[in-house]
């Protein structure tokens, strides 16, 4: 069982891969999300806690929003993260921003890394 | 509880050295290293598989400011001489008798040091690339010409094979050079290990307490008794640790870097050598500027266009095309290294100064200028909203609108966080490395310089170590 702020990460990751990383394919999508955790873990403990805290935070809201829609596990806590990180595009908020932006650095070394043609793919189609 | 003569925490280019020097001069040394023996080649350079194995953190460590600067540490035996681009400068007689006079730094002409380089280069087997350079690095030569700027080709530490050409080359890294010399002449080099905490006793160390990782979960606590202590653990470590263990006059609040702005440049022709890096870099501006060139795999192509990557997939898709470049700066601003209760990785902290968001905006625009003139197609800085640059013309706009917090910023240099010298007011350590008011302990590694010097420092870093250890085997104090 992870701990809360490593779900709260994961969740993160997972909705905001799927909103910015659209033209990658769900395993490509999965494995992009995997890495990033990983990387996560290991990353020096000031980051962890400081990203762990905000996605924790972020995790609360997406659990609200999950419970109000009658259902906080499966395909409705994912649709509330989805929410959550398509408003955070929307409208960035101080102190947040840092995690989007550590989960979008790594996310874009990665799959760039392993898919280098994947977003021209996607707009050739 | 194990005796020990001399004790080296880091293996480093401060701590292999100086391994190296006490072991060859007779003395029993023991190394510590945090991390693993890994030998060169057996992760690809500059790949995310080598960040996770050789970086410490796998790389993800910033010190946290406006905006951000995201910093990179080697991590295991032979430290950051196994993960850099092994580019070296010996250290000129300007910046010495600068940093002598400023920093009352004793004993650190040139002629106190040169002896020192002239080994360090001979068995690093410094030089320049003897055939071709890398196109990448063509690009520099191309566009300094052009703008009529000075460039030099930076040497390196390393072996050519057949072809003498630049991906030709091995790079002379810690593990194949010093620590295997330490080794030989007796040393005993312990990897895995992390040091907690040293513990004094009046104005000696008398005990350094270490935890051994057997297996991942798995660890033993070790104690040695040494009779002299040298921290080599690197500009964030070093500090890190003598805070853990109350040693914190001067030490964590000097932090220095040279923060880095990068931009992609995109050419008609193929340049992108993804293992390795270019050798030339533009000196007309130094030491507060320099541009040069960096790895540029396609991975680390999308790193420097997030969060705009999929607006300009081209590069990455035809990435032979592209490779990335940096200016590189020297700051007014200072960093602070912070030891944290109940955590093992401090809290890295930097902030720049005004005037050092006009000397990166600046940079950045010397560096755009130099790649138009080299003859770069499309030209992408790496700023919070990337942007397609297709004329130099179109910086002048960019440049206006560039604000410092717009910047992505990273560094792979860091330094003095335990500044030398002799003005206890300042420094943490004396001329040759020995910890104020402390008898028995020395910091050998960058740490120990008293501010960046402005080009990429490992060959100052080592030839003060190998004085430090001269002045340690002779008796000084």
Redesign the interface.
Known sequence: MRALPERAVAGFTDALIAERFPFLDADQQASTSTFVLSRWRVASQPVRLGTGAVATVLGAAAWSLAAMAGSTQGSGRDAAWGKVVHGLSRRPLPGISELSQFVVSLATAYAADRWPDAALASQAS | MIDVEVLVIGSGPGGALTAARLAEAGRQVFVLEEGDWIEVGEHEPF??DQM?AQY???G???A?GRP?IIYTEGRGAGGGSEVNSGLYHRPGPELLDDWARRFAIRDLSERDIVEHSREIEKTLSVGTVPGAVTPASSVIERGGAALGWATREVPRWMVYGETSDAGDGERQTMTRTYLPRAREAGATIMTGVHVDRLVKRGRRIVEVRATKRLAPGISEPLRFRPEHVFVCAGAIQTPALLQRSGLRTNVGRTLAVHPMVKAVARFDDAINVPDDVPVHQVKEFAPNISIGGSAS???????A???E??RF??V??D?EHSSLYYAATRTQGHGRVQA?PF??????TYRLTRGDGKMLVHALERMVHLLFAAGARRVYPSVAEAVELRTAADLTELGQRLKLRDLNLMTVHLCSSVPMGEDRARAGVDSFGRIHGFDNVRVNDASLLPEAPGLNPQGTIMAIASRNCAAFLAGAR
Request: net charge negative; proline share 11%.
């Open positions: 790949s995310l996770e410490r953190n796998a993800q460590t910033v946290l951000p795999g396609p991975g680390l192509l999308g790193l266009l997030a969060p990557w999929a997939a081209e990455t898709a990435w944290l955590l093992d990785d401090p809290l890295v």
